[in-house]
């Protein structure tokens, strides 16, 4: 079985290699595969067969394939899908590129439950996930059937979420997670990869770092005290919860020295953008990636999962980790499984006699909601089929869903009652609760509204050392637009932080200083010693002269490298073309920065950013005459595309087209109607084609969905004002913002 096995992998490797020419030992040095590892580790090899980990991507054959090929048909958006056998090839007939029906081999499997996806071959190297998966679980619960993920849309050939386009590639999207030691190896000349691996899943040296020297030294007739490992997982030795009788809380017996388990974890249970392939085991996660902060569209204000994010931002808010409490406490690493079945886990270390009874989850104790992880770990759905459970260990606080809108567990079960009902329930049982851990709920979302009163909110979070990293990085992050005096002052403190996420907010926040400022502040930080902030500065810098970085010109340099290799691993991307481009115009290359915008609009026919940005370059370069082809054909009815109609609006303004640009703009506010400025920009130019009574009535939309826009709030004042009429509560809302302004 082993042999077996080994000669799998030794086959992989072989054909990736073979595109670029490279041996195994040339571009992945160090690496000798798990099966290496399984002769002193027999245990822990074993345990690991089978786990998520192992079954992560295999190559297809009768023990890796899940789905039906039978011959099994499927319709999806009228296109018909067959799945089947050509004698040992596991095929499927699809539409490809252009739409058209064709045959393709499975290359891979990819993932094993509670769904498995196929990966089918491109030209270019390019490996890409079939937007049909198998429903893995069992026949009773839903299971054993062929899906769509993406049902509500059901994509053709040419858009973003078909499986043949950019957004589901794996050398790209998957990658770098379900295998080891992945290094992606895009070529921009050919537009082709040459992606390869030290082992096709997540073997032993994903987490534990390339064995040859700890093999090596395990060969040796006498060895010394030193294992030769990149990285040792000991923050369990010896290690102990015992109850606090002061709290009643469990407390780490040792304080947790280091979080290198952690962060090796979070390289891929986060959101988050990779920034080395030069990967160091047990470095700070943002030193090999750049984590999300708790931003809009993928948490909720309260810091809850909204969008895909995986688990590692909301472990960072919760008590659990400021505890000290690591992944391994509850999940077994090699396994994957829980280290116990249902409330066991918790209970290892939570008193049962406290917890563990009616008067505390208040439900029958047989029941679903009675266990922790019903109140404490609300599940999202992802993919279709696969529930995924909030690790942020919060308080249920249905009162935040009454004031704020975010979810609430109990609602998640008792969906036909309210908030209100909620949380006057949870108020009748513990009318002295603790509210919880997070505290940044109100202050987010009150940054989120433009609130007068987030300015104070944000400050007194990001200044609570006791509050999480992560959350403390967002209020920071926040604050950019609150920038005055005061935060400014305390924006330079955080720049010190001992937090890396609070140290890159702060730098980002800084970076609309003036230049000599700016670069007085931000130069030092390109010595930091976590690369996310390093870029982060070298972003904010890029744009100032030479003087301006004085002694740091040097280390903006060497910076600016580094800073420039991270982009080139997104180079197959619009967005990764779009940030190098930005980052040219900076440096004042426009012709490079030109090439870049030009190249993600290939990759990405009508990405929205590098349209804009290419279009205010061209303008800027007094070539208007292009700017008619470029806007050309605008899709009227796709939102991604309102900042495109918006640029086209007021370059045409200055066009002096008026009627054109006034229609365009229209259109920007009617596709993005959440958009303050959009909105409000409509209305003064329906204001000034003298559409007065137009412009009173979209600026009152605006301000309906976005109650404390300045602009939008002076607008609807002064042209009230100018009518005769009396301005109502936008007047109220503009002074208190103003208060704010004159006492920052």
Same mark, same amino acid.
């Given at each position: 079985?082993?042999?077996?096995?080994?000669?799998?992998?030794?086959?992989?490797?072989? *054909?990736?290699?073979?595109?670029?020419?490279?041996?195994?030992?040339?571009?992945?040095?160090?690496?000798?595969?798990?099966?290496?590892?399984?002769?002193?580790?027999?245990?822990?090899?074993?345990?690991?067969?089978?786990?998520?980990?192992?079954?992560?991507?295999?190559? %297809?054959?009768?023990?890796?394939?899940?789905?039906?090929?039978?011959?099994?048909?499927?319709?999806?958006?009228?296109?018909?899908?067959?799945?089947?056998?050509?004698?040992?090839?596991?095929?499927?007939?699809?539409?490809?590129?252009?739409?058209?029906?064709?045959?393709?081999?499975?290359?891979?499997?990819?993932?094993?439950?509670?769904?498995?996806?196929?990966?089918?071959?491109?030209?270019?190297?390019?490996?890409?996930?079939?937007?049909?998966? *198998?429903?893995?679980?069992?026949?009773?619960?839903?299971?054993?059937? *062929?899906?769509?993920?993406?049902?509500?849309?059901?994509?053709?050939?040419?858009?973003? !979420?078909?499986?043949? /386009?950019?957004?589901?590639?794996?050398?790209?999207?998957?990658?770098?997670?379900?295998?080891?030691? !992945? #290094?992606?190896?895009?070529?921009?000349?050919?537009?082709?990869?040459?992606?390869?691996?030290?082992?096709?899943?997540?073997?032993?040296?994903?987490?534990?770092?390339?064995?040859?020297?700890?093999?090596?030294?395990?060969?040796?007739?006498?060895?010394?005290?030193?294992?030769?490992?990149?990285?040792?997982?000991?923050?369990?030795?010896?290690?102990?919860?015992?109850?606090?009788?002061?709290?009643?809380?469990?407390?780490?017996?040792?304080?947790?020295?280091?979080?290198?388990?952690?962060?090796?974890?979070?390289?891929?249970?986060?959101?988050?953008?990779?920034?080395?392939?030069?990967?160091?085991?047990?470095?700070?996660?943002?030193?090999?990636?750049?984590?999300?902060?708790?931003? %809009?569209?993928?948490?909720?204000?309260?810091?809850?999962?909204?969008?895909?994010?995986?688990?590692?931002?909301?472990?960072?808010?919760?008590?659990?980790?400021?505890?000290?409490?690591?992944?391994?406490?509850?999940?077994?690493?090699?396994?994957?499984?829980?280290?116990?079945?249902?409330?066991?886990?918790? #209970?290892?270390?939570?008193?049962?006699?406290?917890?563990?009874?009616?008067?505390?989850?208040?439900?029958?104790?047989?029941?679903?909601?009675?266990?922790?992880?019903?109140?404490?770990?609300?599940?999202?759905?992802?993919?279709?089929?696969?529930?995924?459970?909030?690790?942020?260990?919060?308080?249920?606080?249905?009162?935040?869903?009454?004031?704020?809108?975010? %979810?609430?567990?109990?609602?998640?079960?008792?969906?036909?009652?309210?908030?209100?009902?909620?949380?006057?329930?949870?108020?009748?049982?513990?009318?002295?609760?603790?509210?919880?851990?997070?505290?940044?709920?109100?202050?987010?979302?009150?940054?989120?509204?433009?609130?007068?009163?987030?300015?104070?909110?944000?400050?007194?979070?990001?200044?609570?050392?006791?509050?999480?990293?992560?959350?403390?990085?967002?209020?920071?992050?926040?604050?950019?637009?609150?920038?005055?005096?005061?935060?400014?002052?305390?924006?330079?403190?955080?720049?010190?932080?001992?937090?890396?996420?609070?140290?890159?907010?702060?730098?980002?926040?800084?970076?609309?200083?003036?230049?000599?400022?700016?670069?007085?502040?931000?130069?030092?930080?390109?010595?930091?010693?976590?690369?996310?902030?390093?870029?982060?500065?070298?972003?904010?810098?890029?744009?100032?002269?030479?003087?301006?970085?004085?002694?740091?010109?040097?280390?903006?340099?060497? /910076?600016?490298?580094?800073?420039?290799? /991270?982009?080139?691993?997104?180079?197959?991307?619009?967005?990764?073309?779009?940030?190098?481009?930005?980052?040219?115009?900076?440096?004042?290359?426009?012709?490079?920065?030109?090439?870049?915008?030009?190249?993600?609009?290939?990759?990405?026919?009508?990405?929205?950013?590098?349209?804009?940005?290419?279009?205010?370059? #061209?303008?800027?370069?007094?070539?208007?005459?292009?700017?008619?082809?470029?806007?050309?054909?605008? %899709?009227?009815?796709?939102?991604?595309?309102?900042?495109?109609?918006?640029?086209?609006?007021? *370059?045409?303004?200055?066009?002096?087209?008026?009627?054109?640009?006034?229609?365009?703009?229209?259109?920007?506010?009617? #596709?993005?109607?959440?958009?303050?400025?959009?909105?409000?920009?409509?209305?003064?130019?329906?204001?000034?084609?003298?559409?007065?009574?137009?412009?009173?009535?979209?600026?009152?939309?605006?301000?309906?969905?976005?109650?404390?826009?300045?602009?939008?709030?002076?607008?609807?004042?002064?042209?009230?004002?100018?009518?005769?009429?009396?301005?109502?509560?936008?007047?109220?809302?503009?002074?208190?913002?103003?208060?704010?302004?004159?006492?920052?």
């Amino acid at each position: 079985m082993l042999k077996a096995r080994s000669s799998r992998i030794v086959v992989v490797l072989t *054909w990736l290699l073979s595109v670029s020419g490279a041996s195994a030992s040339e571009v992945h040095q160090g690496y000798v595969g798990s099966t290496a590892c399984a002769e002193c580790h027999a245990a822990e090899f074993a345990a690991w067969r089978g786990s998520h980990h192992d079954r992560a991507m295999e190559v %297809p054959g009768e023990d890796s394939v899940l789905g039906n090929f039978s011959g099994v048909e499927v319709t999806f958006g009228g296109v018909t899908s067959r799945f089947y056998r050509d004698g040992a090839r596991y095929m499927v007939r699809t539409d490809g590129p252009g739409g058209a029906l064709r045959d393709y081999a499975v290359k891979y499997t990819f993932g094993v439950d509670p769904l498995q996806q196929y990966l089918l071959e491109l030209p270019g190297g390019r490996l890409q996930a079939l937007g049909i998966a *198998w429903d893995s679980r069992p026949e009773g619960q839903g299971g054993q059937r *062929w899906f769509h993920l993406y049902p509500d849309v059901l994509p053709k050939a040419g858009e973003r !979420l078909h499986w043949t /386009a950019p957004d589901q590639n794996w050398n790209h999207m998957c990658a770098e997670c379900h295998s080891t030691d !992945l #290094l992606k190896r895009y070529d921009a000349a050919t537009d082709s990869f040459a992606t390869s691996y030290a082992e096709v899943d997540v073997g032993c040296e994903a987490c534990h770092g390339p064995g040859r020297d700890h093999v090596a030294w395990a060969g040796e007739a006498s060895r010394d005290a030193d294992p030769r490992l990149a990285i040792r997982f000991e923050a369990r030795d010896g290690v102990t919860w015992p109850t606090d009788p002061a709290t009643g809380k469990p407390r780490r017996s040792v304080p947790l020295a280091g979080d290198g388990e952690v962060a090796t974890c979070a390289r891929c249970h986060s959101r988050r953008g990779r920034l080395t392939e030069a990967y160091t085991h047990g470095a700070p996660v943002g030193d090999s990636h750049r984590v999300a902060l708790l931003e %809009p569209g993928l948490y909720h204000a309260d810091g809850q999962v909204l969008d895909e994010v995986y688990v590692y931002g909301s472990f960072l808010q919760s008590r659990m980790h400021a505890a000290g409490v690591t992944c391994s406490d509850c999940h077994d690493p090699h396994t994957q499984r829980l280290r116990a079945e249902g409330d066991g886990v918790c #209970l290892a270390c939570h008193d049962g006699a406290r917890y563990a009874i009616a008067a505390h989850h208040h439900h029958l104790p047989t029941s679903d909601a009675a266990r922790c992880v019903g109140c404490h770990m609300p599940a999202t759905t992802y993919m279709v089929v696969d529930p995924r459970r909030d690790h942020g260990f919060r308080v249920p606080r249905p009162d935040l869903t009454v004031d704020l809108g975010t %979810p609430n567990a109990c609602n998640g079960c008792h969906a036909d009652r309210d908030a209100t009902w909620a949380a006057a329930q949870v108020g009748a049982w513990a009318p002295n609760a603790a509210t919880g851990y997070q505290r940044h709920a109100r202050a987010l979302h009150a940054a989120r509204e433009g609130r007068p009163s987030a300015r104070a909110a944000l400050l007194a979070v990001a200044r609570d050392d006791g509050q999480a990293g992560i959350a403390r990085a967002s209020a920071v992050a926040a604050l950019g637009a609150w920038l005055d005096r005061e935060v400014a002052r305390a924006l330079v403190q955080w720049l010190e932080d001992p937090e890396p996420l609070v140290r890159r907010a702060a730098v980002e926040a800084l970076a609309v200083l003036p230049p000599q400022l700016r670069g007085e502040l931000l130069a030092p930080r390109l010595n930091d010693p976590v690369r996310e902030v390093r870029h982060a500065a070298v972003s904010a810098l890029a744009v100032l002269p030479a003087a301006a970085l004085g002694k740091n010109d040097a280390t903006f340099t060497t /910076a600016l490298a580094d800073y420039r290799q /991270a982009l080139a691993l997104d180079a197959d991307r619009p967005e990764g073309q779009l940030r190098l481009g930005v980052l040219l115009a900076d440096l004042g290359d426009l012709d490079g920065a030109e090439k870049a915008y030009r190249r993600a609009l290939e990759i990405e026919p009508g990405y929205p950013p590098a349209l804009v940005n290419l279009a205010d370059l #061209l303008r800027v370069a007094g070539r208007d005459a292009e700017l008619d082809a470029l806007f050309a054909d605008l %899709p009227v009815d796709d939102p991604e595309m309102a900042v495109v109609h918006h640029a086209r609006g007021l *370059w045409l303004i200055r066009q002096k087209r008026n009627d054109d640009a006034l229609s365009a703009i229209g259109t920007a506010a009617r #596709l993005a109607p959440e958009d303050a400025r959009f909105g409000y920009v409509y209305a003064v130019a329906l204001h000034g084609a003298g559409e007065v009574d137009a412009a009173l009535a979209e600026v009152d939309r605006v301000l309906a969905v976005n109650p404390w826009d300045r602009d939008s709030l002076a607008a609807a004042v002064l042209w009230r004002q100018q009518r005769g009429e009396p301005p109502g509560d936008a007047a109220v809302r503009l002074l208190e913002l103003q208060k704010v302004a004159r006492g920052r």
